[in-house]
């Protein structure tokens, strides 16, 4: 992946997506290895996640951004349903002010935001075996809640 540059990042990049906060600073944040990340703080408590999707391993970025914001816009319908909080419980996508979920800039490169979801839990390598336990509860429940969504679309 090619050396970002920060300047540009935040003079040409974020003000392409429909924030509404007033954005403070940003940084890189976390220790993926797929995708490159930021997170953005703003004047208010909101933060968001920046990510320069990968393109080497995500070949068709635009359909795979397709894809999330039809799960999750069903996702959010059926949490909703069963009583749970969709801001929570799946992603957001917050659109470009072209109106797509994802930003194209000048060099080909693909860009999304989502909030920032504060006290969420991410591991990196399993510590023990509840580990096991919660992460399989969780991965049955997302395929319980999908298991009417239309997977032709």
Known sequence: METLNLEKIEKEIIPQFKFSEKLVDFARF?????????????DTVVKYVLQRINTNVFKKPDEVMENIVNVTSFLKNKIAKNGGNPERETLSVLFAKDG???FLDDNGLYWRVYPYIDDA?????????????????????????????????
């Open 30 to 42: 976390g220790n993926g290895h797929i995708n490159d990340t930021f997170i953005i703080n703003t």
């Open 100 to 102: 797509k979920s994802y």
């Open 121 to 153: 839990l991410t591991y990196n390598m399993v510590n023990k075996p509840e580990d096991f336990c919660k992460c399989g509860s969780a991965v049955g429940n997302f395929m319980l809640l999908l298991a009417d969504y239309p997977a032709s679309s």
